[in-house]
Nanobody, 126 residues
Framework: QLQLMESGGGSVQAGGSLRLSCVAS???????MAWFRQATGREREGVAC????????TYADSVKGRFTVSRDNSRNTMYLQMNNLKPEDTGIYYC????????????????????WGQGTQVTVSS
């Protein structure tokens, strides 16, 4: 399993932007990767995921058009650019990864991923 570490969280006002980073401890280019988030009192939900090479992405409806997931395999790093943030985006953001040798693509379900980071807090005030 990969060791994953998120960074880039913080507090912003509604309409602001943040960029999260997730660094893997070793070669991650063979892994499908994803961002999840969890608000207080709510279940963790998938936000975005990206294929090994970055050519395929999936987003939750709630973030489409505002968030962009990308990755730089030379740096073993995945990013989440978050624009036009809303108070409902507040929560702990986690990155996740799973080896993907091909076949059916993972999506935005927790059970699909085997490596997880510790999370980074994002707070959006109105």
């Amino acid at each position: 399993q990969l060791q994953l570490m998120e960074s880039g969280g913080g507090s912003v006002q509604a309409g602001g932007s943040l960029r999260l980073s997730c660094v893997a401890s070793s070669y991650s280019a063979t892994n499908y990767m994803a961002w999840f988030r969890q608000a207080t009192g709510r279940e963790r939900e998938g936000v975005a995921c990206i294929s090994n090479g970055g050519g395929s992405t999936t987003y939750a409806d709630s973030v489409k058009g505002r968030f962009t997931v990308s990755r730089d395999n030379s740096r073993n790093t995945m990013y989440l650019q978050m624009n036009n943030l809303k108070p409902e985006d507040t929560g702990i953001y986690y990155c996740a990864a799973v080896p993907w040798p091909g076949g059916e693509r993972p999506s935005l379900y927790e059970y699909e991923y085997t490596s997880w980071g510790q999370g980074t807090q994002v707070t959006v005030s109105s």
